[in-house]
């Protein structure tokens, strides 16, 4: 069974640094695709970036290149997604997220359950 | 960047009732449009991918249409269970996905 298992939910500080991460198992892992999607309270969903664990290639959207670092560790089937230095702003619900690529397709097929953030003074 | 668009913002419906949700893109995006449902505390769940191909274990009053720069998700017949927000994702642009805003679905 595939599985996206993410780390838990954090109460941080603005200006404080984090890190969490995203867990596969049940498959390849360094043969599929990983993206980060931001959703802030009440909003909709944002693309982040994404990362191929096999040789560690990313790719940040233009509105999270230089705010966010996306990793990956292959030897533990984890991808991480990391801030500096958090501002309030940061507070949000963030999922990890498998992308699967068919002839004419690709598509997010399985999900992490999320890791909220909370930045507060 | 592909811009994505989605029509009506939110609706209120009944059980039993056809729903039609429309998204547009920015530029034409072939056939490279996914629709997922998402609930209050969940994770998004794959609806249909490649605009008209229904993900396994999907139910199949959940349909997809469109390509190019209009594409359609439609519910034939609305269920308790279906009540949540929609939101379509481009992935042409192939490793900068972009969501439309979502189509909240709620009890009329």
């Known amino acids: 069974e595939v599985q996206l298992v993410q780390s838990g939910a954090e109460v941080k500080k603005p200006g404080e640094s984090l890190k969490i991460s995203c867990k596969g198992s049940?498959?390849?892992?360094?043969?599929?695709?990983i993206g980060w999607v931001r959703q802030m309270p009440g909003k909709g969903l944002e693309w982040m970036g994404i990362?191929?664990?096999?040789?560690?290639?990313?790719r940040y959207s233009p509105s999270f290149q230089g705010q966010v670092t996306i990793s990956a560790d292959k030897s533990i089937s984890t991808a991480y997604l990391q801030w500096s230095s958090l501002k309030a702003s940061d507070t949000a619900m963030y999922y990890c997220?498998?992308?699967?690529?068919?002839?004419?397709?690709?598509?997010?097929?399985?999900w992490g359950q999320g890791t909220l953030v909370t930045v507060s003074s | 960047d592909i811009q994505m668009t989605q029509s009506p913002s939110s609706l209120s419906a009944s059980v039993g009732d056809r729903v039609t949700i429309t998204c547009r893109a920015s530029?034409?995006?072939?056939?490279?449009l996914n629709w997922y449902q998402q609930k209050p505390g969940k994770a998004p769940k794959l609806l249909i991918y490649?605009?008209?191909s229904l993900q396994s274990g999907v139910p199949s009053r959940f349909s997809g249409s469109g390509s190019g720069t209009d594409f359609t998700l439609t519910i034939s017949s609305l269920q308790p269970e279906d009540f949540a927000t929609y939101y379509c994702?481009?992935?042409?642009?192939?490793?900068?996905?972009?969501f439309g805003p979502g189509t909240k679905v709620d009890i009329k």
């Open positions: 997220a498998r992308r699967n690529d068919g002839d004419y397709s690709a598509e997010i097929d399985y």
């Open positions: 049940g498959y390849s892992f360094t043969s599929y695709w």
């Open positions: 990362i191929y664990p096999g040789d560690s290639d990313t």
């Open positions: 530029q034409s995006i072939s056939s490279y």
């Open positions: 490649a605009a008209s």
């Open positions: 994702q481009q992935s042409y642009s192939t490793l900068l996905f972009t």
